[in-house]
């Protein structure tokens, strides 16, 4: 079995596309966190904390996402939901330091979105060929 690659081009294309969407949706529910958080400590919604960690995000898991796919490409069933679930655990730990419930479920739906651009943005990048 071989594999194809995706060309340079449409994967830098498609990660453009995903940085796009991601922050434009981490905006929205920034925007909405902050609503509902009243009076908390709004770690990790104001513009200057999200937008460049959304981009290192999606850039971190598209790297990890080459790496991965190149030497066991199944294993990211299980890669993908075990490290969403581990950008969680700062999250929760941020309710000990004072924030709200708004604030933290923000912020997880947060990572979930970088998450979801980047398996959008790089699932055909590698895809196997009989």
């Not at 060309?7 to 509902?36: E, K, M």
């Not at 981009?55 to 898991?61: I, K, S, W």
């Not at 604030?103 to 998450?115: C, D, I, P």
């Amino acid at each position: 079995m071989t594999a194809t690659t995706t060309p340079t081009s449409t994967l830098a294309l498609r990660l453009g596309l995903a940085a796009v969407a991601a922050l434009a949706v981490n905006t929205a529910i920034a925007l909405v966190a902050s609503a509902l958080d009243d009076g908390g400590l709004g770690m990790g919604l104001a513009p200057v904390a999200y937008l460049p960690l959304t981009l290192v995000g999606l850039l971190a898991g598209a790297f990890g996402w080459t790496l991965i796919a190149r030497r066991a490409p199944h294993a990211l069933r299980v890669v993908v939901p075990a490290v969403l679930v581990l950008t969680w655990v700062p999250d929760l730990l941020l309710l000990a330091a004072g924030a709200t419930a708004a604030n933290v479920v923000g912020l997880m739906f947060m990572h979930l979105v970088v998450t979801a651009a980047v398996v959008t943005a790089m699932r055909r990048t590698s895809a196997p060929t009989a």
